[in-house]
């Protein structure tokens, strides 16, 4: 049976803002099994990097459990969160921003092994860090050069290879292709790929473009400012997505044929502050199908098929 690496329940984070408190993370439950991608979808602003860091507790949630291997690592003191760190990694969507420009590829792999104290000395560094390199595929002759010298996709690995540097058991992903043009994208999901299952790694893959997901991941997330609505195997939410809002999400993905050539859902109505909101469904102003009913209090997920997840009250009405 599948090992879960990490589970969430009823996760919230709020920020203070001048006019009260923005909902960005407001009760989600996910889990993700070793060695498995969730990938986390749904439009800019809906929480999906607030909910990785949340995770990775760079940011403090409000309420809710983060359970890592089991353990409720919101619990942890200082002592335990530096262990945890090794355990725990994230790869950014600009590798530009979160590269020191004054440090070389090797001395920016080199850090995070100096920081853990993970080599002896300078012999076992350069080892490490060399090897490092050919891992995620950048030349030898690129050890001295400066991130500026290099290409996005160059610096996407460099990147990943300060993540992996630790030996990390789970990588929050955030938007790590977004920023690469379209062949290059699939030169680094590859690259992922490959280390994912060399090393065992579990992901957690944020982006806002479900394309990239859909053969990556084992199961997706769709959020809906602040709140989970569709949790599903890969291929199940494409064969068969159930919420009002999954399926105006992939009826805006183009297709290449013309025979298969789908209605696109275009969205109206007001979308919902996630300042103080108001109980009920954050989708209902905008869903087609939405009824009284909808606006009265929060629809929580329930299990529609086996592992299918769905978060809408009028659902069998609108089937
Ligand atoms: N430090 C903060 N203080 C106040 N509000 C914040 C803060 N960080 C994020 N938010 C708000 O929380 C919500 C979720 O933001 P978040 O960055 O998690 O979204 P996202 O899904 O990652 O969006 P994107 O696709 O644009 O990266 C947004 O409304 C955002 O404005
Ligand atoms: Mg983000």
Same mark, same amino acid.
């Given at each position: 049976? &599948?090992?879960?690496?990490?589970?969430?329940?009823?996760?919230?984070?709020?920020?203070?803002?001048?006019?009260?408190?923005?909902?960005?993370? %407001?009760?989600?439950?996910?889990?993700?099994?070793?060695?498995?991608?969730?990938?986390?979808?749904?439009?800019?602003?809906?929480?999906?990097?607030?909910?990785?860091?949340?995770?990775? =507790?760079?940011?403090? #949630?409000? %309420?809710?459990?983060?359970?890592?291997?089991?353990?409720?690592? =919101?619990?942890?003191?200082?002592?335990?969160?530096? /262990?945890?760190?090794?355990?725990?990694?994230?790869?950014?969507?600009?590798?530009?921003?979160?590269?020191?420009?004054?440090?070389?590829?090797?001395?920016?792999?080199?850090?995070?092994?100096?920081?853990?104290?993970?080599?002896?000395?300078?012999?076992? @560094?350069?080892?490490?860090? #060399?090897?490092?390199?050919?891992?995620?595929?950048?030349?030898?002759? @690129?050890?001295?050069?400066?991130? *500026?010298?290099? %290409?996005?996709?160059?610096?996407?690995?460099?990147?990943?290879?300060?993540?992996? &540097?630790?030996?990390?058991?789970?990588?929050?992903? /955030?938007?790590?292709?977004?920023?690469? /043009?379209?062949?290059?994208? $699939?030169?680094?999901?590859?690259?992922?790929?490959?280390?994912?299952?060399?090393?065992?790694?579990?992901?957690?893959?944020?982006?806002?473009?479900?394309?990239?997901?859909?053969?990556?991941? %084992?199961?997706?997330?769709?959020?809906?400012?602040?709140? @989970?609505?569709?949790?599903?195997?890969?291929?199940?939410?494409?064969?068969?997505?159930?919420?009002?809002?999954?399926? #105006?999400?992939?009826? &805006?993905?183009?297709?290449?044929?013309?025979? *298969?050539?789908?209605? =696109?859902?275009?969205?109206?109505?007001?979308?919902?502050?996630?300042?103080?909101?108001?109980?009920?469904?954050?989708?209902?102003?905008?869903?087609? *199908? $939405?009824?009284?009913?909808?606006?009265?209090?929060?629809?929580?997920? =329930?299990?529609?098929?086996?592992? *299918?997840?769905? $978060?809408?009250?009028?659902?069998?009405?609108?089937?």
């Amino acid at each position: 049976m &599948a090992e879960k690496l990490l589970e969430v329940r009823n996760l919230k984070k709020y920020f203070k803002v001048k006019n009260g408190y923005l909902h960005a993370v %407001d009760n989600v439950n996910f889990f993700i099994n070793k060695g498995e991608t969730l990938g986390v979808v749904g439009e800019s602003g809906c929480g999906k990097s607030t909910t990785g860091r949340v995770v990775l =507790r760079l940011l403090e #949630a409000t %309420d809710g459990e983060i359970l890592f291997e089991g353990k409720n690592i =919101r619990t942890f003191n200082k002592s335990q969160l530096r /262990d945890l760190r090794k355990e725990m990694q994230i790869v950014f969507q600009d590798p530009y921003a979160s590269l020191n420009p004054r440090m070389t590829v090797s001395e920016i792999i080199a850090e995070p092994l100096l920081i853990h104290k993970l080599v002896k000395n300078k012999q076992e @560094l350069d080892k490490k860090v #060399a090897s490092l390199m050919s891992t995620v595929g950048l030349a030898e002759r @690129l050890y001295n050069a400066y991130p *500026h010298e290099l %290409d996005g996709g160059r610096r996407q690995r460099i990147g990943i290879a300060r993540a992996l &540097a630790v030996n990390p058991k789970f990588i929050v992903c /955030d938007e790590p292709v977004s920023a690469l /043009d379209v062949s290059i994208q $699939a030169q680094i999901l590859n690259l992922m790929q490959d280390l994912q299952e060399e090393f065992g790694l579990t992901y957690m893959f944020i982006t806002h473009d479900l394309s990239v997901v859909k053969h990556i991941s %084992d199961n997706i997330a769709v959020m809906y400012l602040g709140q @989970l609505v569709e949790l599903a195997p890969a291929k199940e939410l494409f064969k068969n997505p159930l919420h009002p809002y999954t399926k #105006a999400l992939l009826s &805006a993905i183009p297709v290449p044929s013309i025979k *298969h050539k789908k209605e =696109r859902i275009l969205l109206k109505g007001e979308i919902t502050s996630p300042i103080n909101p108001q109980p009920g469904c954050r989708f209902a102003k905008r869903c087609p *199908h $939405a009824t009284d009913a909808c606006t009265k209090q929060d629809s929580t997920l =329930r299990e529609i098929s086996p592992g *299918h997840f769905v $978060a809408c009250d009028c659902l069998e009405v609108i089937k």
